[in-house]
């Protein structure tokens, strides 16, 4: 494979990996902003104005699909290793493949737990209040 179509392959990927990552920045909705601040009597009306959610469904798919990157990655580091170090342009591509489908989706699960976990806290303050 020669290096331009190993770059037009890789931007490609950048590409489709961009469009399907995100999940839980995405459908993961947290609290109202400054919900902690807020007063007794306006935590129901943030409640009412911006629901937020409480699943973490999303989440998980984000994990599955990086988990997949990441072994991609070591799968091929361990190849590299058992063919004495050598690292043609097949093997970087595949390794620049898995750490570009890796690298958002972790991060996209660590953004949308955090979300999740505010909208559970918000919602037993809410409870708390009533």
């Not at 190849?79 to 591509?93: I, L, M, P, V």
Request: hydrophobic share 45%; aromatic share 6%; net charge negative.
């Amino acid at each position: 494979m020669p290096l331009s179509s190993a770059i037009r392959a890789a931007v490609g990927i950048l590409l489709v990996v961009s469009l399907l990552s995100g999940c839980g920045l995405l459908f993961v909705n947290g609290p109202a902003p400054s919900w902690q601040d807020a007063s007794v009597e306006n935590l129901p009306i943030m409640a009412a104005s911006a629901p937020c959610s409480t699943g973490k469904v999303p989440i998980i798919g984000d994990l599955i699909i990086g988990g997949f990157g990441v072994g991609l990655v070591m799968a091929e580091l361990y190849n590299r290793t058992q063919h004495d170090g050598y690292w043609g342009e097949s093997e970087k591509a595949t390794e620049v493949f898995g750490a570009v489908l890796a690298a958002p989706y972790p991060l996209s699960a660590h953004k949308g737990n955090q979300k999740v976990n505010d909208c559970r806290a918000f919602n037993v303050r809410l409870s708390e209040e009533r």
